[in-house]
């Protein structure tokens, strides 16, 4: 080991090799559920120090974790505990290569922040739709390792639908530069796909070539109660009809989880929480490319046929930029209102739309009877199906109590009705760590041995990320 880390420093150069301090920053998950030891953080600045540091690490039979913003959700970018493994940050790689207006791409390194490349669009008059609550300090490199999803998942699709190209190194530390742009390009095996999701099990992810649009000439949001998740779903339909292509958002939010923003975060008002009769609340987008007055006009006339047909019982529209920011701040404070409240069992499911009402209020019957006074946190995007079906401790239980002594049984619960009703126990976190073994019950067999046959191609000494997403 301590040959191997010389060799580290001398690749990467001594003050990029961190072995002592506090090294909490990479060894906890964004959660602070688990706490690993690494042998060591190694950060190195470009693609060719990555593969250096990965050719050095297969040599010694060392695995590698590799991490950007370390914000999963699922442990799946944190070291075990054995202070066997290396930690690779790609957080120093973090240049934007290149935009091409012609094109409509963009090209950065893995440890760019979301946000960062977001702006760096709009400074071009540009468009980069993948957006999600930790944009401020997630990396473009996660998220295409899991395949993240987002508030606009329904109009421009998951971070896999974004990405037109990879450049990647080899877990014998090869370099393969896919990243080309090209819309079209059917010459064999799509190995981007194979490496977008793989969350760093195949393959270390160093660039990428994303795909842009055209910025909106007006982005208008509404907030609208609804009274039943079906009257939701009927919204859902009629915004399709009416608004088309320029339906960007769709989310979905629980009385319980708003009232846990209002209670943690009372300077955010949030609209219709004083009305008890407001079961459940939508947030929607509408973006548009002719005119506000335009676009308004739409808006306006989808609500008013919604509130005519019963499915909105009220609405507000944002009158400015930062009305809808403060919407939108809204529903993305939940889960920071929700960790306040204590200790939660998280759930990243997704079932058909056309089913959601109906595997809500089997599951919320589910769990009431098998818990009594257990609360239930759901949120999410109604668009595409992904809802964030949290449960919460009961209002007089210990939080930590209830986590240690029911996650597993209400685990167990909610993946199985997931599976009855032809959902996902993972719609955008990924497996990780935390949910490899409910993929080995709930995938097929014939699926788990593809993708072994896969991992054990590619990555025959299993060094990459090992316990993550398939079984060591």
């Not at 993240?148 to 190194?169: H, K, M, P, S």
């Not at 964030?388 to 029911?406: I, M």
Request: hydrophobic share 40%; proline share 5%.
């Amino acid at each position: 080991m301590a040959d191997l880390l010389d060799t580290l420093r001398h690749l990467v150069g001594p003050a990029q090799v961190l072995t002592d301090g506090d090294l909490c920053a990479w060894e906890q998950d964004w959660r602070r559920r688990v706490r690993g030891k690494a042998l060591a953080v190694v950060r190195p600045g470009s693609t060719q120090e990555v593969a250096a540091v990965v050719r050095a690490c297969a040599a010694a039979g060392t695995s590698i974790v590799p991490q950007g913003g370390n914000t999963g959700l699922v442990q799946g970018s944190t070291p075990d505990g054995s202070g066997t493994q290396i930690v690779l940050s790609l957080r120093r790689m973090h240049a934007v290569r290149g935009i091409d207006g012609d094109n409509l791409t963009l090209s950065a390194e893995a440890g760019c922040i979301l946000q960062n490349l977001q702006d760096a669009a709009q400074g071009a008059g540009l468009l980069l739709p993948l957006s999600l609550a930790a944009e401020g300090s997630c990396t473009i490199g996660g998220n295409l390792g899991t395949n993240a999803g987002g508030t606009q998942v329904l109009r421009y699709g998951n971070a896999r639908d974004l990405c037109l190209g990879l450049e990647v190194v080899t877990p014998q530390g090869q370099v393969w530069d896919g990243l080309r742009g090209l819309r079209k390009d059917n010459t064999g095996y799509d190995l981007r796909d194979l490496f977008i999701g793989s969350e760093g099990t195949l393959g270390i992810i160093t660039a990428a070539t994303l795909r842009l649009y055209p910025e909106p000439v007006a982005r208008l949001t509404a907030w609208a109660a609804v009274p039943t998740l079906e009257h939701a779903q009927a919204l859902l339909g009629l915004a399709h009809r009416r608004l088309g292509a320029g339906l960007t958002g769709f989310e979905l939010m629980g009385r319980f989880a708003l009232s846990l923003v209002g209670k943690h975060m009372p300077q955010l008002r949030v609209p219709f929480l004083e009305d008890g009769g407001v079961p459940w609340c939508v947030l929607l987008e509408n973006s548009d490319n002719e005119s506000e007055a335009h676009a308004r006009g739409r808006f306006e006339a989808l609500l008013e046929d919604a509130c005519t047909a019963a499915c909105v019982s009220d609405a507000v529209v944002a009158e400015n930029l930062a009305q809808a920011r403060q919407l939108w701040h809204i529903r993305e404070s939940i889960p920071l209102a929700q960790a306040e409240e204590g200790p939660n069992i998280k759930h990243d499911i997704s079932v058909p739309i056309a089913r959601v009402p109906a595997f809500v209020a089997h599951t919320d019957a589910l769990l009431q009877r098998a818990i009594p006074g257990v609360r239930l946190v759901n949120f999410g995007h109604l668009g595409d199906g992904n809802l964030h079906y949290n449960v919460q401790a009961p209002a007089e239980g210990d939080p930590g109590t209830f986590l240690r002594e029911q996650e597993a049984r209400v685990n167990h619960l909610v993946y199985e009705a997931v599976a009855g009703f032809g959902g996902s126990f993972s719609a955008e976190h990924g497996v990780g760590a935390l949910k490899v073994d409910t993929l080995e019950r709930y995938q097929s067999p014939v699926a788990l041995s593809m993708m072994r046959a896969i991992k054990q191609a590619l990555d025959p000494q299993g060094i990459m990320n090992p316990g993550r997403v398939l079984k060591g």
